[in-house]
């Protein structure tokens, strides 16, 4: 090898300007994380907030769609809510909540336009595995039945 290959050339950067491309690209990346996440969940704000007025602590979390987008995959409205109880020993509990999501969803959104309601229950106890409850109704013969 020469003094003169240029293959052996390094490169110098300041730490400065590493330091300052690194804060700026986590700037962008987390800004495009937000713009996305307000996109697919802005027409069930009102809803994840209403119900996270109706059931404090509960920590809601509302979508819709279908399944990886295939159309074989039934139009769904989605609920992911924390309890403070253990949702498979209240089930009582948990019809009550499920009635009174789905009254919610009905008052701040077309509940009509989805083919089935996924509810998610779970209760996160420290140092231990999440319990988790989930539900699935046919909204048809939810709102037939109301």
Not at 102 to 121: C, D, G, K, P, W
Not at 123 to 133: G, L, T, Y
């Amino acid at each position: 090898m020469t003094t003169h290959d240029p293959e052996s050339v390094s490169r110098n950067f300041k730490g400065r300007t590493i330091v300052l491309g690194l804060i700026i690209f986590g700037l962008l990346m987390s800004g495009s994380l937000y713009v996305f996440q307000t996109i697919n969940t802005y027409q069930f704000a009102d809803t994840q907030n209403a119900l996270a007025k109706a059931f404090p602590h509960s920590r809601p979390r509302v979508e819709g769609g279908r399944l990886k987008g295939k159309q074989e995959n039934p139009l769904t409205f989605r609920v992911t809510m924390a309890v403070s109880f253990n949702p498979h020993q209240q089930d009582e509990e948990i019809q009550k909540m499920t009635e009174r999501i789905l009254e919610i969803a009905s008052e701040n959104l077309t509940l009509e336009e989805y083919e089935q309601a996924e509810l998610h229950f779970y209760q996160a106890v420290p140092e231990q595995k999440i319990i988790m409850r989930d539900v699935t109704l046919d909204i048809k013969s939810w709102m037939n039945q109301n």
